[in-house]
Structure formats: C-alpha cells, structure tokens
C-alpha cells in the first residue's frame, strides 16, 4: 500500500488501540471524565484506576466515538499516562501526544485534543469525590466551547503562550473547531486577552 | 492488495478506450485557432469530439462548449446572474434572483454566497427526507424577479434523481433560464435536452471515464451568455484559452462510448445496489440509508451507521482494500458533517457515520460480496470502543 495518510505510529495505534473500555471486561475505575459531544462527531470517555496514597494512575481504560486520528491519540495517551502521578499528567499537552505520535496532519491536531480533555476531566472526577475541590482545574471558568470543553481560562492561558489570531487560538485550544457555535464568544475573548496582557488592539470579525 | 473501487463518483479511471485514443492524438500539437494543417488536424479532433458530447444529450455541436471542469461550467452559469453592463448580451438587473436547492455542490453553493455579497437575492430551496428538492417551495420562491434557477440533477453525495423537468416548468413559467448541473447524471441516465427544454447543463468527463480537467457547457441556442474567462474568441468567443485538445478527445470518445454502456450497466448496477443493500441490512443492525432506491441512481448508496465515525470506517476499510468515501466532518477537513445529510433532517448521530458506495463500470458481483464480507466485522470493531453505541452511554 502506498503512504499512509498518517504515521506509522498512528496507523499502529488506530489499527490495534490500547487500552479501550469494553463492556464485558468489568474494569473497576475510581474515576471517569467525558468531554465532547456527539453532535460535534467526537466523544471520548476516560476511566481511571487511581492509587489513593501515591495519586498514581495504575491503569485506564477508554471509550471513543472518533475518527482515525482521536482513537490513535487517545490510545497512545492511555500508555503514556499509566504509572504517572496525577499532577504530572495534567502537564501533558496535546504537543506531547502528537510529538508520541510522530505528527498529526494539522487539520486532525484537534482531535488529539480530546483524550487530553477527558483525562482532565477524570481527573477532576477524582478529586471531587475525594475530598480535594482545592486540586480541580478550571472549576469556576466559564466555559466557552461546549463541543471541546474550553473555558476562558484556556483561552487566557493560550493568549499568554503565543496566540495571536483566531486561527492560532483554535490551533492551541481547538475552540470552536467542532460545530462552531462559539466562535465570535472565542474572537471576543481572544481580544479580550490579547489587550489585557499585550495591549494588543485587533479588529475581530464576527 | 488489489483494492476494489466503490468511489466512482468522485471520479472514474480512464475507460481503456479513452486511453487509446487520447495516445493516439498524443502528437497532435497544433493550435486549434492556427490556419495551417496542424492547427488544422487540432481542430478537426476538437469539432469530432463536440459532434460527440451533442449526440449524446440531443444537442447541436453549436450548443457545446468546452471547459476546464464542470465547477468551471457551474461558476460560468451562475456568473450570468450578476452581469448587468448595459453593453452586454444579458440585461439581468443586479438584483435579479437566483434560486438553488440547498444540496448543490460547492461550486454552487459558494458561487451563490459570493453573489449573495455583491447584491444577488439567494435563495435555497430545501429537501425532503429522502434528499429531493421541494418542489413547492420552489414555486413559492421563484417569481419575476428570477433570473435563473439552477438545481441539479442526480445528488453527489445520496445519488437522490431531482425532478429536473418540474423545476424546469416552474422556472420557465416566470421567465427565469434554467440550468442544471448534470456530471452525476450525464452517461448514467438517458438525456435529451430538446425534450427537456433545458437551458443550460453542465458535464464533466473524469465522471464518466473520461481525463480530468475537461468538461462541456451545453448553452441552448439564443440564450444569453457572457464569458467566465475572457481575452479569446475560442469556443465562439465564449471561454478564452487555447482548447484542452488531448482533453477534449477523452470527454468526446468517453461520451460515445457511455452510449454503448450506460444502458446494460444500469441495469447491472441496479442488481449490484440491491445486492449491496440488502446485504448491509441483513449483517448490520442500527443503519440508516440516505439512498432510497425508489429515487436514486443506480449507481450509489449511501449509509450510515449508527455509534460509529466515518472517517474511522474509512480508513478501516481503505486498509482491507475498499475505497469508498463518508460525509464525516473530520474526513472533510472541514469541522460540519455532511451538508447534504443534515439538509435531509437525518438524525445527528447518523450523519457523522455515513458512507458512500458509488459502483461504476468495472464493479463486480465479487467485489460487492467481498465488501459485505469484512465491513460487519469493522462497523462491529468501532461500535465496541464507541462511547454511544452498546454499553454505557
């Protein structure tokens, strides 16, 4: 067969994904965490085994309804995360798991967003029901992008590392790459931000 | 691998004798327009080619223009809309309407938009669940003030056969000129547009086995006309650059030879679809078919699975050898599923799965049970690792 449309690494993971949650497994979890929306064509469930005294993920399990791209994404996270500290998993950007990957093509690095987004969800899931409402991320930031789960703080933080345009925002937080309801909130936000911390002035078009 | 073809609406291979003879005049170099043999031998090729494309719709060679591709075709017409200079052969005032159905394809669709800015009434008429136009709501929209109406007339995507004639009537009971864009349509269904009474109608000839990059116009004789390309008197002044000769020997020998095919394939592929179809049926549960083929063309079926993407079944089946292509957003580029789909009010979780099969001449009964054969166990793949299918939703 001539070249994939994606790496072999991809290819690899999306043929045979790791770690998928199938129902007559019965895999025990102490966390879950959902992002996405059927509507928008991506949803993602992550289940996480989570040991109490070290905050360690001992094992995970996944669910997706996804392209090629957000199965072999989320299956190569649910590798990267196993035997890691809570804290250290919510450094792993979407960069991390694309550089896993060997690349994305750059209309797909949306979906390597997802795993990332329900992992942190999960992860939350986990703090709440154990006591640590201190350790949620992102509890009071309103959300923008209901399809992608990306609040203003997301967006704040993206402005912060370099976004500069609409189009730079979506690459770094995928807001209102699904069904694009949010679009002129996101412009609005991201101008917002851009003015505050670089007194940048844009036209935003909505 | 050998890989089994099932996407011949997005394009076609070369028909053999297609192939032979565009080598054939593979040395024939001459510019069309020259006066001496070369040129000459150049445009006796093109005019055989556009006696060719006429006799396959009834037309007169007169009446066939050839172009770069049928959205060149598409983009011509709908351009007419727009033109308003006083010294023109068209007088329509600015303001004029156009009306399309809502399932066109983008070379329509976008056209229209880019219309719509520059002062053009737009409007889109909707579908029906089984993907044909309204057509009262075509009569409700069309009026005086309709310049032209264009629908087409087989869908790309559902393969769903528009009532062109009707469309055709109420457009013309207004005054407004009627096109229509027929590349899906052209070599699989018999055309007359004398019968029809069609003014405008586009054909492309990678669709029917012909070379890409080629297409005709039919422009009924008398009908207003202004050119998309201009700077050239090619083509009786109506689209400037030197003729696609080589090009156009592939659309003229690729319509003499859908003549001698179309009937017999028809009649072929109807068997294949339902073969196809009811096999899909009996393997897979939760489906829907967004072809119906009590409307459809013969030659596509489109399908969508329930708790399963698109792009992902794709790529599934592109590994075990089956080409075929989905309304998937991801698959896209783009981040919307199917336009045409959610046009036909097809449920969400359905448009984000769907497949096309499109058959064409070298689709085998084998080809089709080879399919049936591995796409219950991919669909049934997905669906485990789904998050909305089985199990926990």
Not at chain 1, 167 to 192: I, N
Not at chain 2, 192 to 205: E, H, P, Q
Request: aromatic share 6%.
């Amino acid at each position: 067969m001539s070249s994939w449309l994606y790496t072999d690494k991809v290819k690899d993971h999306f043929m045979n994904p790791r770690n998928i949650m199938f129902d007559d497994e019965d895999f025990q979890f102490d966390a879950e965490g959902k992002t996405g929306n059927i509507k928008c064509g991506d949803e993602m469930i992550f289940y996480l085994k989570i040991d109490p005294d070290t905050l360690t993920i001992t094992d995970c399990r996944w669910k997706t309804f996804g392209c090629a791209s957000a199965i072999a994404s989320t299956s190569v996270l649910s590798e990267m995360i196993k035997g890691m500290t809570l804290d250290d998993v919510r450094n792993i950007t979407n960069v991390d798991i694309m550089n896993e990957l060997g690349g994305l093509p750059d209309n797909k690095v949306h979906c390597s967003v997802l795993g990332d987004k329900a992992l942190a969800e999960a992860i939350n899931n986990y703090y709440r029901g154990h006591g640590m409402e201190d350790k949620v991320h992102d509890a009071e930031s309103r959300i923008v992008c209901e399809c992608l789960n990306v609040s203003e703080e997301e967006i704040e933080h993206a402005v912060l590392e370099g976004a500069r345009n609409y189009y730079q925002l979506q690459e770094m937080t995928k807001v209102g790459t699904s069904c694009g309801k949010c679009e002129d909130d996101a412009k609005e936000r991201l101008a917002f931000y851009l003015d505050k911390h670089f007194q940048i002035n844009v036209c935003v078009q909505t | 691998m050998q890989r089994i073809y099932l996407d011949h609406n997005a394009t076609t291979p070369l028909h053999p004798e297609v192939k032979k003879a565009i080598i054939e005049s593979i040395d024939v170099f001459g510019n069309p327009s020259s006066l001496h043999e070369d040129g000459r031998r150049a445009r006796a090729l093109i005019e055989d080619a556009r006696e060719k494309v006429a006799g396959l719709i009834n037309a007169d060679p007169e009446e066939i223009m050839f172009v770069g591709s049928g959205s060149e075709a598409n983009n011509t017409v709908l351009s007419l809309v727009s033109c308003s200079g006083a010294r023109c052969s068209l007088h329509a005032p600015v303001e004029s309407d156009l009306v399309i159905s809502a399932i066109e394809h983008p070379c329509i669709l976008e056209t229209s938009k880019c219309l719509k800015n520059r002062g053009t009434t737009v409007k889109r008429i909707g579908v029906d669940k089984r993907g044909l136009v309204r057509m009262d709501d075509l009569e409700q929209a069309v009026s005086e003030n309709t310049s032209l109406v264009s629908i087409m007339m087989v869908n790309n995507e559902t393969g769903a056969i528009q009532d062109v004639q009707r469309a055709l009537e109420i457009a013309h009971a207004s005054g407004a000129m009627f096109h229509t864009d027929a590349v899906q349509a052209v070599g699989k269904l018999p055309l007359d547009v004398k019968k029809l009474d069609v003014d405008f109608l586009t054909i492309s000839a990678h669709k029917i086995y012909g070379p890409k990059g080629v297409g005709a116009l039919y422009v009924k004789k008398g009908t207003p006309f202004c050119p998309l390309i201009r700077g050239g008197h090619q083509e009786m002044g109506r689209r400037a650059g030197t003729e696609n000769t080589l090009g156009i020997v592939g659309l003229g020998r690729a319509v003499e030879l859908r003549a001698l095919e179309m009937e017999a394939e028809a009649e072929r592929l109807t068997g294949l679809n339902r073969l196809l179809r009811e096999g899909i049926e009996s393997r897979i549960e939760n489906i829907h078919f967004n072809s119906d083929p009590a409307c459809c063309i013969h030659s596509t079926l489109n399908v969508s699975f329930e708790g399963v993407e698109g792009e992902a079944l794709l790529l599934y089946l592109d590994y075990e050898g089956v080409e075929v292509s989905t309304g998937s957003a991801c698959a896209s580029g783009s981040l919307d599923p199917s336009y045409v789909l959610l046009e036909m009010d097809l449920p969400i979780e359905f448009t984000h799965g769907s497949l096309r099969f499109s058959m064409g001449r070298s689709t085998t009964r084998e080809e089709v049970d080879y399919v049936l054969d591995v796409l219950p166990g991919i669909v049934r793949k997905l669906r485990r690792m789904s998050t909305v299918y089985g199990g926990e939703r």
